[in-house]
């Protein structure tokens, strides 16, 4: 893109310099051929090669009339020059402009256990960043034009979906149906119903988090099918009083959660389903010696029970989830390990 409007505005520039000497050679031509003053040779320049068709200054003589054929040529080729540079960088633009939401809408359609985000407002575009950091797919249902520019500049990769995530067509363009699940942060609470409503119609069985201004909402959201509500001002409060109650605690779950560096990071890990750590503990597993993490929590996937600083004699199952504490890099080869 950035090319084709360099070449763009390297022809408009060229025209532009070929136009001002055509003006100043018809200038000067008309000057010495028939002793006209400047003002007289400009008007004559101008009428000759806009073939306005307008009456000439005075008679012109046989090499007055040669040089105003040459001017009226130049002239001619310099406008057609022009008129086709203009439509070829608006024919261009817009077959690159659908070219790429063609492509777009392929990527879509091939991507399989993503997650959808409805609205990427001052929340949303947080959430972005979240899985952008952590190499997640995520699909991006948005309606502002100009929320969907920045994120079009900023995330050139990202899948966004320009519309009305209330609308059950826009989450179908989402493919909502292979989805794994869907974080709906709209500024309305009535609109994250709506999205709730539809998204637990069309795809049953995908996790969905919902956002919740007025505590009312919530329970409707519960009911509605969001398996989680998440209100910013409870979330604020509670998060206020920590650091002011326990601030070096805080500090220490930010790093682990949002630092970009990779020695601090805290990761959900599942147990795959025919995983050979099935069955055995975690002492037999050797998860720190094998991949260097630290295990400070274990969801038992049958019951939901949480197991804090598990022991080493826990035994492992199909569908739990293990909690973390490493870089990147180690948690990719826990996933492998967890694989074999």
């Known amino acids: 893109m950035e090319k084709r409007g360099d070449t763009f505005w390297q022809n408009i520039i060229m025209l532009t310099i070929s136009f001002i ?17 400047w003002l007289d040779a400009l008007y004559m320049t ?3 090669f806009s073939t306005v068709g307008f009456s ?4 012109l003589n046989i090499p007055g009339r040669i040089f105003t054929m040459f001017i009226v ?29 063609l492509k777009m809408r392929k990527k879509i359609e091939m991507m399989q256990g993503h997650t959808i985000l409805c609205g990427a407002g001052d929340t949303g575009i947080n959430v972005v960043k979240e899985f952008v950091h952590n190499n997640r797919p995520l699909i991006v249902i948005e309606e502002n034009d100009e929320r969907v520019s920045y994120l079009r500049e900023h995330y050139p990769e990202l899948p966004v979906v320009n519309g009305d995530a209330t609308k059950d067509e826009i989450l179908q363009e989402a493919n909502i149906k292979n989805a794994e699940g869907l974080i709906t942060a709209l500024p309305d609470d009535a609109d994250n119903l709506f999205v709730v409503v539809s998204a637990k119609d069309l ?3 995908m996790m969905i988090v919902a956002r919740s201004l007025d505590t009312h909402t919530e329970n409707k959201l519960y009911r509605a099918g969001a398996n989680y509500v998440i209100s910013p001002n409870i979330v604020e409060g509670l998060r206020m009083a920590a650091v002011m109650l326990r601030p070096t605690v805080v500090s220490f779950l930010e790093i682990m959660m949002s630092s970009d560096e990779k020695s601090f990071r805290m990761e959900e890990v599942p147990v795959p389903a025919g995983s050979n750590l099935h069955n055995k503990t975690l002492m037999d597993a050797e998860i720190p010696q094998r991949t260097g993490l630290t295990v400070i929590a274990l969801k038992r996937g049958a019951s939901s029970k949480w197991f804090v600083n598990p022991s080493s004699s826990t035994v492992l199952h199909e569908n739990d989830r293990l909690i973390v504490l490493g870089d990147t890099d180690k948690i990719d080869k826990l996933c492998a390990f967890l694989q074999q």
Request: proline letters at 2%; hydrophobic letters at 50%.
């Open 46 to 48: 101008f009428i000759s």
């Open 73 to 101: 040529t130049g002239g001619l080729i310099l406008i057609a020059m022009l008129s086709a540079t203009v439509t070829s960088w608006f024919v261009s633009n817009e077959l690159l402009a659908t070219r790429r939401k």
């Open 56 to 59: 000439e200054i005075g008679q």
């Open 203 to 205: 795809n049953p069985n």
């Open 21 to 37: 000497l055509l003006i100043f050679v018809g200038i000067t031509g008309y000057s010495i051929l028939l002793g006209w003053d």
